[in-house]
């Protein structure tokens, strides 16, 4: 039952945002993006002060859009609509997609990517990262 408890929310959660934003609408470049293969990048964060919660969502809202081989992103506080078996233990979750590896790979190392993590990692209480992808691999 506890090993329920864990993958149930996560497993909710990968599908969730598959479904919310695997069509890449933020740019035309990548409206082909995941017919092949998308990159989701999700990350929920807990601050450790609620007072930033706006600050690095606006941050995160002006930057992550614009660094280069992002073609989705999403950014949202959890909300409740009374289901038992959805978690909201964040402040806040992101949704970043990719039209392939190497884009990622170049997003983590982006100057802009750097500075946002740089600026609110030592503010996070706590934070928890989820990669998954479309493409099949042997995993």
Do not use: N
């Not at 990350?43 to 606006?58: K, T």
């Amino acid at each position: 039952m506890q090993r329920f408890t864990l993958v149930a929310p996560l497993l909710a959660l990968a599908c969730l945002s598959a479904l919310a934003s695997c069509d890449c609408r933020l740019r035309a470049a990548c409206a082909p993006a995941c017919t092949q293969e998308c990159i989701t990048h999700v990350v929920l964060i807990d601050v450790a002060d609620d007072a930033e919660i706006a600050a690095l969502r606006s941050d995160a809202d002006a930057q992550i859009p614009k660094i280069a081989g992002v073609c989705g992103y999403q950014c949202g506080a959890p909300i409740d609509i009374g289901r038992t078996t959805v978690t909201g233990d964040y402040d806040l979750g992101m949704i970043v997609q990719f039209p392939s590896v190497d884009a990622y790979k170049a997003y983590l190392e982006a100057p802009a990517h750097k500075e946002l993590v740089a600026k609110w990692r030592p503010k996070w209480k706590s934070s928890r990262i989820f990669d998954f992808g479309t493409a099949r691999s042997s995993r």
